[in-house]
């Protein structure tokens, strides 16, 4: 078996989550694709100025690397895993949020993920990674990560404003 193992740490340079992926892993498997060492953050990964337009991943990782590029733009928020959902601090910035760029991972659960926010955030917007699977994979591609967030912030404002 392979492992990735990814240790996440918040602003003032402590751990907050360890995660373990497994490289190995397939649909039919029975034990998880990511384990959460216990004692790990519950709540969702957020990163950057929370009175910011917020950009919804998958991933830890992408939501870092997105941050890098964009941290003037948006606020990065990762989920962890495509079926989490916000406790009551990540809740709070949602709701006072500008609006809200939802880019999970273009797989199915990534899709069907988009119908529960829908129905919990009114000014969330579906913003999937123009090319790859995801950000981090897209930036492996050669897109311009900062571009791409300006035109989902664009598409957003006007998306929002007809309605």
């Known amino acids: 078996m392979s492992y990735c193992i990814q240790i996440i740490f918040c602003p003032v340079q402590r751990v907050i989550k360890i995660k373990i992926r497994r490289n190995d892993w397939i649909e039919e498997d029975k034990l998880a694709k990511y384990i959460e060492i216990p004692g790990s953050m519950l709540e969702l990964a957020k990163y950057g100025l929370c009175e910011l337009p917020v950009l919804i991943l998958e991933f830890e990782l992408d939501a870092i690397l997105v941050q890098q ?6 606020c990065c928020i990762a989920l962890g895993g495509a079926t989490k959902k916000p406790g009551t601090f990540i809740y709070t910035i949602l709701k006072k ?3 809200i760029l939802f880019s999970l991972d273009y797989d199915k659960v990534g899709i069907l993920a988009f119908k529960w926010w829908k129905k919990i955030y009114d000014k969330i917007i579906l913003w999937f ?3 790859e699977k995801s950000a981090g994979d897209a930036y492996k591609a050669g897109i311009d990560l900062r571009q791409w967030v300006k035109e989902g912030i664009d598409y957003a404002k006007s ?3 007809n309605i």
């Open 69 to 74: 590029f964009a941290e003037d733009l948006c």
């Open 97 to 99: 949020a500008p609006f």
């Open 129 to 131: 990674s123009p090319i």
């Open 159 to 161: 998306v929002l404003n």
